[in-house]
């Protein structure tokens, strides 16, 4: 039970590694970045597009007031031509009101030029940076998965050395085995060939035999002991 324990919290361990690497990855994150400055362009472009279109709509009622202006001047003149001095008046003052009108405008257009270009300027200057961080973002990103790859090759390559370690530690003590049968074979034959007997016993075997055998020797010892006193005794 407590290996299926360990195998089990050693996936759960894994797999947080992993999501930890992904919202760790700087490439994830220079992306992030790269699109968040790409969004604040496509912004900029879009409040510059609205900025021109408002000031082209202002520029059309530009038109139109100078319009009213020459039609309310060339009305006061055939007013005086009639000898109407009343309505030339009258038209005299709505141009004087529509002249004011068009100052008013025409401050209104000049200054929200200059707004479109300082959106211009922005909008300019977001660009260049959007590309030299593109550069640099691929440069990073390179650079990031070049020592990725360089890690897991040295990891690789320390993972077979103590393999190789731990392989060369498991042949050193297969060839000790294979030395001491060796050894065992060879003095085996020895004593076949001196004439010796094998003792194919294991050591608690041959112990128990000995104590038996001691006491059978003991016991015959005492009936040639007895034998000899009766004997004596009879003689």
């Given at each position: 039970?407590?290996?299926?324990?360990?195998?089990?919290?050693?996936?759960?361990?894994?797999?947080?590694?992993?999501?930890?690497?992904?919202?760790?990855?700087?490439?994830?994150?220079?992306?992030?970045?790269?699109?968040?400055?790409?969004?604040?362009?496509?912004?900029?472009?879009?409040?510059?597009?609205?900025?021109?279109a408002a000031?082209?709509?202002?520029?059309?009622?530009?038109?139109?007031?100078d319009e009213k202006i020459r039609d309310m001047d060339e009305k006061a003149k055939r007013a005086l031509k009639v000898g109407r001095e009343d309505l030339a008046k009258q038209a005299l003052e709505r141009k004087l009101v529509l002249s004011q009108q068009?100052?008013?405008?025409?401050?209104?257009?000049?200054?929200?030029?200059?707004?479109?270009?300082?959106?211009?300027?922005?909008?300019?200057?977001?660009r260049t940076k959007i590309d030299l961080f593109k550069a640099k973002k691929e440069q990073?990103?390179?650079?990031?998965?070049?020592?990725?790859?360089?890690?897991?090759?040295?990891?690789?390559?320390t993972g077979l050395s103590e393999d190789f370690t731990s392989a060369a530690r498991i042949i050193e003590r297969s060839e000790e085995k294979v030395n001491e049968m060796k050894a065992r074979a060879a003095a085996l034959d020895e004593l076949i060939a001196t004439g010796g007997a094998l003792d194919l016993l294991e050591p608690e075997e041959r112990d128990a035999i000995e104590r038996e055998l001691g006491k059978m020797e003991l016991r015959a010892q005492l009936e040639e002991e007895l034998r000899r006193l009766k004997e004596e005794v009879g003689g």
């Amino acid at each position: 039970m407590s290996g299926f324990w360990d195998r089990l919290r050693a996936n759960i361990e894994a797999k947080l590694s992993k999501l930890l690497d992904r919202f760790e990855d700087p490439r994830e994150q220079l992306d992030y970045a790269y699109d968040k400055l790409v969004q604040q362009l496509h912004n900029v472009e879009i409040a510059l597009s609205r900025a021109i279109a408002a000031r082209k709509k202002l520029e059309f009622e530009l038109e139109r007031l100078d319009e009213k202006i020459r039609d309310m001047d060339e009305k006061a003149k055939r007013a005086l031509k009639v000898g109407r001095e009343d309505l030339a008046k009258q038209a005299l003052e709505r141009k004087l009101v529509l002249s004011q009108q068009r100052s008013s405008l025409e401050k209104r257009i000049g200054s929200m030029k200059e707004d479109e270009e300082k959106l211009l300027a922005v909008r300019d200057n977001l660009r260049t940076k959007i590309d030299l961080f593109k550069a640099k973002k691929e440069q990073l990103k390179a650079e990031y998965e070049a020592s990725k790859a360089q890690v897991e090759v040295q990891g690789m390559v320390t993972g077979l050395s103590e393999d190789f370690t731990s392989a060369a530690r498991i042949i050193e003590r297969s060839e000790e085995k294979v030395n001491e049968m060796k050894a065992r074979a060879a003095a085996l034959d020895e004593l076949i060939a001196t004439g010796g007997a094998l003792d194919l016993l294991e050591p608690e075997e041959r112990d128990a035999i000995e104590r038996e055998l001691g006491k059978m020797e003991l016991r015959a010892q005492l009936e040639e002991e007895l034998r000899r006193l009766k004997e004596e005794v009879g003689g």
